[in-house]
């Protein structure tokens, strides 16, 4: 069965400090995506990045950038230069083939000016 | 190009209420996927279609849920008899899924349901 798990409940910093959101997942298939999402106050749930199991290069856009390592199972998320608009809920998740995505439980980031 | 779009934002209702839900996907997406988030908790999966045939349906999914997607558009969540256990944000979401692309899922701003 697929599951993860985001073991950071909530995280505060202060702005333009940088911050690691770590995602830890498990499964038993070979191939998989993983993604992470972005829920503002707003409520709408938004698409920030997909990634493929068979592809380990990490990826950086913009202030983002994302490290995924299948020999630990995680695919973790860093915020560089942490701005306070980047404060939402960000949750990471799963699916094999398209099918159901398995969210994490969130981590609440909430960053200070 | 526009997202996914949801009717009604908001429903109150009173215990023992039937309502129901409107998901519009984004155009030409295949799949579209319903999810219920409660407070502080991530999205639970509850049901899934590729165009108008249900794929997937969850245990959560009881048998006073029920999901269509009529000719492989839109879709709606019916929940008969409402429980205050119901009330929780429904999300809808759809994709674009062909083979090894469009994994990602799109979500609507959600129906928060109440049950009083």
């Known amino acids: 069965a697929q599951k993860v798990t985001q073991a950071q409940t909530e995280i505060s910093v202060v702005e333009k400090e940088d911050v690691t959101l770590d995602c830890v997942y498990e499964t038993r298939d070979t191939t998989y995506y993983l993604f992470w999402y972005k829920q503002p106050p707003s409520g709408e749930l938004v698409f920030l990045i997909r990634r493929n199991s068979f592809d380990e290069q990490n990826e950086i856009s913009g202030r983002y950038s994302w490290n995924f390592q299948k020999s630990t199972s995680s695919f973790n998320f860093t915020i560089t230069a942490s701005q306070v608009v980047d404060s939402a809920v960000y949750f990471c998740a799963q699916t094999f083939y398209g099918n159901k995505l398995v969210f994490g439980a969130g981590t609440i980031l909430r960053v200070k000016s | 190009d526009t997202g996914v779009s949801q009717n009604p934002r908001h429903k109150i209702t009173k215990r023992g209420q039937n309502v129901t839900f409107r998901c519009d996907p984004i155009?030409?997406?295949?799949?579209l996927y319903w999810y219920r988030q409660t407070l502080g908790q991530g999205p639970e999966f509850l049901t899934y279609?590729?165009?108008?045939?249900?794929?997937?349906k969850s245990r959560l999914l009881s048998d006073r849920f029920s999901a269509e997607r009529p000719k492989g558009s839109f879709s709606t969540l019916e929940i008969q008899r409402t429980e205050q256990g119901d009330s929780a944000m429904y999300l809808c979401?759809?994709?674009?899924?062909?083979?090894?692309?469009?994994?990602?899922?799109?979500f609507g701003p959600g129906t928060r349901l109440t049950v009083t």
């Open positions: 279609f590729q165009n108008e045939a249900q794929l997937e």
């Open positions: 155009s030409e997406h295949n799949r």
């Open positions: 979401a759809s994709s674009l899924v062909r083979t090894g692309k469009g994994y990602e899922q799109y």
